[in-house]
């Protein structure tokens, strides 16, 4: 347990509230409700009156089972002071990355949802609904393709601009103070049941979407207003896939950030090969995609590079890691 879920089992076994703890320590039962909540951590002069109120040690109630490292070794080891974590930044953090995830996640989905009024205007012209030539109704449909490719960029831009000031977490080693480790791991714990939802579901949405264009494919392949509607639908359940999956992503990268697990270990933000491999390789894939789905038109099939580029990315960050260890003997 974290030194907030202490404090809580504490005053309950004493059978105190918030406010009849905060009298006993001459706080506001606010501060009370932000050392519980972790928002924040009591002085040491209030932990010294805790551990007396609850007759308990003061090492019951700052040792959690979170070991990290010492800021002065870590120092000592990079040779220069690390950058320390605070509780508020943490929390500031978290609370910003959700955030970002919810407008990232949003403009992806409007960048797959793109392709689909053009599909719409075009099944439309072919069935006589529409009163356009061919030509006229594509270049409504690219318009409209346009404009939200334009409306996604709303979304993208600002939020990554905004976003921008967390990237130390991502480049920088530091050290984090206490109770932070314990908290963001507390709460990664809890979201794990939530992010394997959403990539579950994900892939449901993806193989229905897939499913019912191959449905319509036997049914009658010639019918191209049918086929278009089922694209229609394969792209809107690839959209809202997309949605889940890289809202809850982004907030599972964020506590990886915080803890410096996973891509955001100390020896993978040294890794100087792959950092600089990364974006190159990442905007190749997003030409390749725009270019094939410009020039062919088939937008319905073009999504097929992500889920391909992120298998090769796969591979091709184990070959990087692999070169970044032989370097290092």
Not at 157 to 167: L, R
Request: charged share 20%; with cysteine.
């Amino acid at each position: 347990m974290i030194l907030a879920e202490k404090i809580v089992e504490e005053r309950k076994k004493n059978g105190w509230s918030q406010e009849d703890l905060a009298d006993k320590l001459g706080v506001s039962r606010q501060s009370v409700s932000k050392w519980e909540s972790a928002q924040s951590v009591p002085d040491l002069q209030r932990i010294l009156e805790m551990s007396k109120l609850f007759n308990v040690s003061t090492d019951y109630l700052l040792k959690d089972e979170v070991e990290s490292r010492p800021a002065e070794q870590a120092s000592e080891e990079s040779g220069r002071e690390l950058r320390r974590l605070s509780m508020e930044e943490a929390n500031s953090f978290l609370r910003e990355n959700d955030s970002f995830a919810g407008r990232i996640a949003t403009g992806c989905l409007i960048c797959i949802l793109c392709p689909v009024p053009l599909l719409c205007i075009m099944a439309l012209q072919r069935m006589g609904t529409l009163p356009l030539a061919e030509d006229p109704a594509g270049a409504l449909g690219t318009i409209l393709l346009l404009a939200m490719v334009a409306v996604s960029l709303i979304f993208f831009i600002p939020a990554a601009m905004a976003h921008s000031k967390w990237d130390w977490l991502e480049n920088d080693i530091f050290d984090t103070e206490y109770g932070v480790d314990g908290l963001v791991k507390s709460k990664s714990e809890k979201f794990q049941s939530r992010f394997i939802r959403a990539i579950t579901a994900g892939t449901v949405l993806v193989l229905l979407g897939v499913i019912a264009l191959f449905a319509g494919a036997v049914i009658d392949e010639h019918n191209e207003p049918l086929l278009m509607g089922l694209c229609c639908i394969l792209l809107a359940c690839v959209g809202l896939a997309a949605f889940m999956i890289v809202n809850a992503g982004i907030i599972k990268d964020g506590y990886s950030k915080l803890l410096q697990e996973g891509d955001y270990s100390k020896e993978e933000k040294s890794n100087t090969i792959l950092k600089a491999v990364t974006p190159v390789y990442w905007m190749i894939m997003t030409a390749i995609y725009l270019g094939w789905s410009f020039l062919t038109n088939r937008w319905d099939i073009s999504w097929v590079i992500w889920p391909i580029a992120g298998v090769l990315y796969g591979g091709l960050s184990v070959v990087l890691r692999a070169v970044h260890k032989s370097r290092k003997q």
